[in-house]
């Protein structure tokens, strides 16, 4: 119990409320124009552009990039379900695979891997 003592818990309640705020927004925004689909997308490029103006003029908190950096560990566990149904999509593909696999690398890892190179560079 005495890790709990040790959490910065004014820091994950603001972060909290910062992503969720900026996702909620830009959903409802999006549904307002016809588009509910693109309400993530937007939520995230949003609040990256907030943090990257944040950062320009000013300097981010050092406890809500802890806070992120931790959100972001923990959050890996969130995908493991997701990566067994994908291994079994896999396993019924068959001769599919291939393409399956280009369109993956193209669509999950290619900007995942622009996104850590912005993020390490501009935050």
Not at 18 to 33: K, N, P, Y
Not at 43 to 49: D, E, H, P, Q, T
Not at 71 to 80: D, N, W
């Amino acid at each position: 119990m005495n890790w709990i003592k040790h959490i910065d818990w004014p820091a994950w309640i603001g972060t909290l409320i910062l992503i969720i705020a900026f996702r909620e927004g830009a959903v409802w925004s999006m549904t307002q124009l016809n588009h509910p689909e693109l309400g993530n997308l937007v939520g995230l490029l949003s609040l990256l552009a907030v943090l990257f103006l944040w950062r320009r003029f000013g300097k981010i908190p050092l406890r809500l990039i802890d806070t992120n950096n931790k959100i972001m560990k923990e959050s890996a566990f969130a995908f493991l379900p997701i990566s067994a149904g994908a291994l079994m999509m896999l396993v019924h593909m068959g001769h599919k695979i291939p393409v399956f696999l280009v369109v993956l690398c193209v669509s999950t890892l290619i900007p995942l891997w622009i996104y850590a190179k912005m993020a390490k560079r501009w935050l």
